[in-house]
């Protein structure tokens, strides 16, 4: 099989597995047989790193259920062919060149170049990372429960929120799918958590660049790109956020200065794909809604744990309206010039995107009765792998339910892995036809 085919395959056969797991009454609390639909639509959103769920992760599941969820979490996040890797490394086996090639997939590279030694860093950046905010997290949590809970705790949350998956286990806490309400003001747990999002968010590249700075003294043009608009997107979605919902009683209103500060720019960084939420997403006004729409669809950064159509994409198609704009006929961002198939493939990852979300509304509108803001707002969460929604997901019929596995699915993969793995192997054009000139605008 193609790289892109194994990947496909891979993560089909690890959210089978986790389903069956789930299935099982070791992990209900009712000791019953979780349906094979909620089973699976759990599983895909675990090992998609998406975090919509339709059953309560802290009421509903047993300690060997949640531990499912976590290992599936963890492989899903990191990628299965990055702990084969680490597997490998633990036997002293040696990666194969067909290896070699997935993983150039899996951690979307340009390159085989050093992509074993990228592997090393993914792992400890992703160990020390998850560990420092374990400690944290058990910290802080053991002033409001008992040590061992508040260290399962802090290892669960740590490993959620770094992959951006998103499930909590507040529910026996404050009520069932309550996030992180209850800490909305909370400065420690708003701080670790949206520092392990914005981590998990910005993609291994990216730390690993921050990592080599103090040698090399340069960032790649990646990471400046990744890096300036991630800081900008969080810091205009705080803005937007807190403007929209100052007034809203049912949101920020009756909250003071400092839980109004927390609260938004929470909500702006959890679009980065993480999912979880300080305030009532429900309860929010359309057009902040509409807004954490567009930052879902963004989503996070090549490489990284997260979905959408990535920064990176998003920060292209800027560069290339103002180039328009100029009259330019070259991108350059930080005084580089961007080759003509980094336009291509950004252009045609967003319409590949934008057509998936748009078709999957459209026949969600028919199957579910809702109001069309909620369908989209959870259409556009399940393929950003975001996990955030606006409380219609346990409500969801099971065709509902198979159609956003898929979108979940599709969205950890991306567009054209999906495109490539399913579509006909690419032959290289033997001649090409004459140009010709269409009016445009």
Not at 111 to 117: A, K, L, T
């Amino acid at each position: 099989m193609t790289p892109p085919q194994t990947l496909v395959s891979g993560f089909a056969f690890i959210i089978l597995f986790g389903a069956f797991l789930l299935m099982l009454p070791l992990s209900n609390t009712d000791g019953k047989t979780l349906s094979f639909i909620d089973a699976l639509f759990t599983a895909t959103s675990a090992t998609c790193v998406t975090g919509l769920v339709v059953v309560d992760t802290g009421t509903h599941f047993t300690l060997f259920g949640q531990i499912v969820l976590l290992c599936l979490i963890q492989v899903g996040g990191l990628g299965f062919m990055t702990m084969a890797t680490l597997i490998a490394f633990a036997f002293k086996k040696r990666i194969s060149l067909k290896d070699r090639l997935i993983l150039q997939e899996a951690l979307n590279q340009g390159s085989m170049e050093g992509i074993v030694r990228l592997i090393r860093k993914v792992v400890m950046f992703a160990f020390i990372i998850e560990g420092t905010a374990a400690i944290l997290f058990a910290l802080r949590w053991s002033f409001d429960m008992p040590i061992g809970q508040a260290i399962y705790y802090g290892i669960f949350h740590a490993i959620s929120l770094f992959n951006n998956a998103g499930f909590d286990l507040f529910g026996p806490i404050s009520g069932p799918f309550s996030s992180f309400t209850s800490y909305v003001g909370d400065p420690i747990v708003n701080l670790v958590t949206m520092f392990l999002i914005i981590s998990g968010g910005l993609g291994f590249i990216v730390l690993s660049d921050l990592f080599d700075y103090k040698t090399t003294k340069r960032l790649s043009l990646h990471s400046k790109v990744v890096i300036s608009m991630t800081s900008l997107l969080i810091v205009l979605g705080a803005i937007v956020i807190l403007v929209f919902e100052f007034t809203n009683t049912k949101t920020l209103g009756s909250m003071n200065g400092w839980e109004k500060f927390w609260a938004s720019l929470f909500q702006s960084v959890s679009p980065r794909t993480a999912g979880p939420n300080s305030i009532d997403i429900g309860a929010m006004r359309q057009a902040s809604q509409f807004f954490i729409i567009i930052l879902m669809f963004i989503g996070a950064s090549p490489g990284s744990t997260g979905g959408g159509i990535k920064t990176t994409t998003f920060a292209i198609l800027i560069g290339a309206v103002i180039a328009m704009i100029r009259g330019k006929e070259d991108i350059v961002l930080f005084r580089n010039r961007l080759a003509i198939d980094r336009i291509f493939k950004a252009v045609t990852l967003t319409l590949l995107a934008l057509s998936w979300v748009i078709i999957i509304t459209m026949i969600l509108t028919t199957t579910e009765d809702q109001l069309f803001i909620k369908i989209l707002f959870e259409t556009t969460s399940a393929f950003g792998t975001v996990g955030l929604s606006m409380g219609i997901t346990p409500e969801l019929s099971d065709i509902g339910k198979l159609l956003l596995c898929v979108t979940m699915f599709a969205g950890r993969l991306g567009p054209l892995t999906l495109a490539y793995a399913l579509g006909p192997k690419s032959e290289r054009e033997l001649y090409r036809h004459p140009e010709g000139k269409i009016t445009i605008g």
